[in-house]
T-cell receptor
Framework: IAGITQAPTSQILAAGRRMTLRCTQD?????MYWYRQDLGLGLRLIHY???????GKGEVPDGYSVSRANTDDFPLTLASAVPSQTSVYFC????????????FGPGTRLTVL | GQNIDQPTEMTATEGAIVQINCTYQ??????LFWYQQHAGEAPTFLSY????GLEEKGRFSSFLSRSKGYSYLLLKELQMKDSASYLC??????????FGAGTTVTVRA
């Protein structure tokens, strides 16, 4: 069982480019989340999805969009990357929904130049 | 917004005990989590408290006082592999998880 996978592992991106971070889980978890982690700030929620077909905004949603076409996949898109989006991005999921414990993927390290 | 405070760094000796404190102020409360995160890796779930008191899980214990907005994570019989960041996270009234900045624990021989 893979759990949660994220791709790419790391990426260097020119400012202004479009980028999609991929997240796939094979646990049939209902809820999925995207966080960014920056030094000294901790993990901050970008977007979430409590179930397939629904999404919501977290604490820092500006510049990011998500979709949840099915249970397994939850891609995060940066439409036009800016240097302040340089961060480590973690995808997470929880079984029944937001009342359950969240489990994290391995992360994507993104650098925007 | 949510406010979650924990110390930035702690150092302890192998075999010793370390207590990591976490204080919080959130809009509503639906549980407190502790995660462990080794450098360059994903956070991994350690413990969950929703009622006041102590939860023990092997060498790790977590305590919660809802009236004081306070929790601690106790690591006993420290091992070198316990060197990591420990993240306190609170689930608020909307079931969103807010994280503290993390406490980096360094275990020395």
């Amino acid at each position: 069982i893979a759990g949660i996978t994220q791709a790419p592992t790391s990426q260097i991106l020119a400012a202004g480019r479009r980028m999609t971070l991929r997240c796939t889980q094979d646990m049939r978890h209902n809820a999925m989340y995207w966080y960014r982690q920056d030094l000294g700030l901790g993990l901050r929620l970008i977007h979430y999805s409590n179930t397939a077909g629904t999404t919501g905004k977290g604490e820092v949603p500006d510049g990011y969009s998500v979709s949840r076409a099915n249970t397994d996949d939850f891609p995060l898109t940066l439409a036009s990357a800016v240097p302040s989006q340089t961060s480590v991005y973690f995808c997470a999921s929880s079984a029944a929904g937001p009342t359950d414990t969240q489990y994290f993927g391995p992360g994507t390290r993104l650098t925007v130049l | 917004g949510q406010n979650i405070d924990q110390p930035t760094e702690m150092t302890a000796t192998e075999g010793a005990i370390v207590q990591i404190n976490c204080t919080y102020q959130t809009s509503g409360f639906n549980g407190l989590f502790w995660y462990q995160q080794h450098a360059g890796e994903a956070p991994t779930f350690l413990s969950y408290n929703v009622l006041d008191g102590l939860e023990e899980k092997g060498r790790f214990s977590s305590f919660l006082s809802r009236s004081k907005g306070y929790s601690y994570l106790l690591l006993k019989e420290l091992q070198m592999k316990d060197s990591a960041s420990y993240l306190c996270a609170v689930r608020d009234g909307d079931y969103k998880l807010s994280f503290g900045a993390g406490t980096t624990v360094t275990v020395r021989a």
